[in-house]
């Protein structure tokens, strides 16, 4: 049972990691568009329940106009984003990362640790700004699903030639 399984995991995937391959080389642009209104979408999904409650309770409290403030912003981004998510919307992110990276840095107690920690995010803001998003993220999914695939192929291997033992188990239904 256990080594059906693990075959049915290596086959699923391997035909996923060619699957994304080939639509990362082949159908990169239709595929960057549903990726990006959908995200859009949850963006949008995501920030209605606290736009509405700091709508309602900013009337007993003022600290909850940030929350309403913030809440709208994101959710013309998300609109924005389903709408035209091409060089503006990279922009608008990557600004966004460098800034709440340099405002994370600035608040923390550790400066040095809190700015090794936030590289990766002003780096993906760079590029965000400088507009190579599309072919980093293209370069990701043709590299992940070629891994995929590659490490999927090698675990059907290992389990076709009994690297990959059984349980004592399953051995013993077996016989």
Known sequence: MNNKRNLYFGVIGMVLGITLALIGILYYDYFLHAICISVGIVIILVNIYPLLFSFKEMKYNKRFIYMFITSLIFILLG?????????????????FLIL?????????K???????????????GLALVLNISHVIF???????????????????LLIVFGKIKRNDNE???AD
């Open 79 to 95: 609109i924005v984003f389903i709408i035209n998510h091409e060089m503006i919307i990279s922009i608008i992110f990557g600004v």
């Open 100 to 108: 709440l990276s340099f405002i994370r840095i600035l608040l923390a």
């Open 110 to 124: 550790n400066h040095k640790m809190r700015f090794l920690h936030e590289v990766p995010y002003i780096l993906l």
């Open 138 to 156: 293209q370069v990701a999914i043709v590299a992940f699903g070629i891994l995929l695939a590659m490490y999927s192929g090698l675990y059907l």
């Open 171 to 173: 051995a013993e239904e």
